[in-house]
């Protein structure tokens, strides 16, 4: 069809006055009346500069090389006539058309809303919490919803999570604290999402909103959507929590509200004061290979960073997530005393990470990306573009080269739980389901990852007496009890452990 767009090949001013930046767009349009957007690209590396705060970023496709960010703004932004107010009768039948049907929980959305509008609250069974919805307007068009429910966990949430990093709540009364069920604007207003969200707060007497996010399926009871706005909210820092022994504390033990188990999830937050602060975007693309703990603390500080935004970071891994696959094999690994399956939900981390499953192969450092093998054979390549590239790889196992394997033995390396899987199975189907096979599966190492795959091998079913653990020659130079073994090739630091781990092997018939 006939072009909608004029782009901004050449943008400069001088600094004093970039501020009134945005006085350009009118004109722009006034010259090209036929046209409805305009778009302006810039490299990843530069920050953005103030005419872009007007402008909305759009999310780049999977697998694009392209060396520039992109920006639209469309010519019904310039309207001055983009005000909030609460939801009225008559604006259901154009919420139901805003809310398109392709759009992920919109019946969630459209029930809620109609709660609102016929008791403004829940149902007796969901507990009659209070509904309040507003509806954004702009020339007499709802252009955009958001529905709340009073924060009824107010308690939980300060148990959980490092709000106090952020809020002081004994200046916040309970009833100022709201839960974002549901937050949808349309495309073209997205620049106006905080000054709604600002709106949203002002109207219902909110000081604070919380929105949770959960990796896990939605929850029956008062489900949330995905909102448009999740990039104007800060990540809160889940807390760490204390087993209680509630029997034993009595009357001093914490309240029910504390110790309550829930699914885990992530959570953001806003206030009035983080409101009126800007978040910095950082466009620069930031390739994290290995998601071990070395690399996901890394991502982590990204994330978590309150006034900074970084809009294209990525993992690659062969495995994706550490908590997204997990299997029966997951036992065969050491485990991180760092992070946990529920630390995971909690920090919400794949909300703003790129995941890219395989293997880096090569780097090209001249043209700034990498190859990255995928497949069952790696023989699928992708090139994955950088800015910043942090190898985290951490230590692997790999086969030496002098080694020599007859056909009738196999030699694994145990790096992944992809691999774990593979020797289990290989186990399952030629030791287990043929009584006749012989042999013993040998483990060779003094790591915790020796150790462990010895309990993977006996978890699966297969005899002590056919599982063998073989110590490294510099391990059985020095008797177990002397702390220099301990110290060199014993993974426990501790003769006593070490002696302890030796006897129980020998107990179960475990050769060692």
Known sequence: GEPCAVAIQLFCLDERYEMRSVDFLPVIFQLFPEHDFCILTQPHDMPEFPLLSHFSRVSPRVRTTLPQELYVFHKCALLQ???VRPVQQGDFPAVEQLVAPGIEGRDC????????????RDTLEDGATPITSLVAVCAKQVVGVAILRDEEEVLYLRSHFNIEDFVYHDYHRPSEHGRLHHFLLNPIFAPFSKHFLKEVMRLTHKSCLHYPVHSQALPAAKPHTVISTVSQMIPVRPRRQVEYQVESLGVTAPLEQVLQAKEPFALYHINRKLSLEPKISVNARVVVVGAGDTGMAFLET???????????????????MPWEHRGPAHSSLPQSCCYWPETYRQLGLKTWINVVEGKMASIDREDQCISVCSGADDTQ???VPYDYLVLC???QFIKPAEAKVSPHQLLFTINSEHDASALLEWVHSELLQDATAGGVVAVYGCSLAAYTAVQGLLGSGLPASRVALVVPQEAMSTPPSSSSCCSSCSCFNDPTVDQRVRAVLEKVGVKA
């Not at 959305?109 to 403004?120: E, P, Q, V, Y």
């Open 302 to 320: 990204l994330v978590f960073s309150p006034h900074l935004c970084f809009n294209n970071l990525c993992l690659v891994s062969p495995e994706g």
């Open 381 to 383: 390549a992708a090139m």
């Open 109 to 120: 959305l459209l029930s809620d809303l109609r709660h609102c509008l016929d008791a403004g």
């Open 81 to 83: 006539s983009f005000s």
């Open 393 to 395: 790889t951490g230590t």
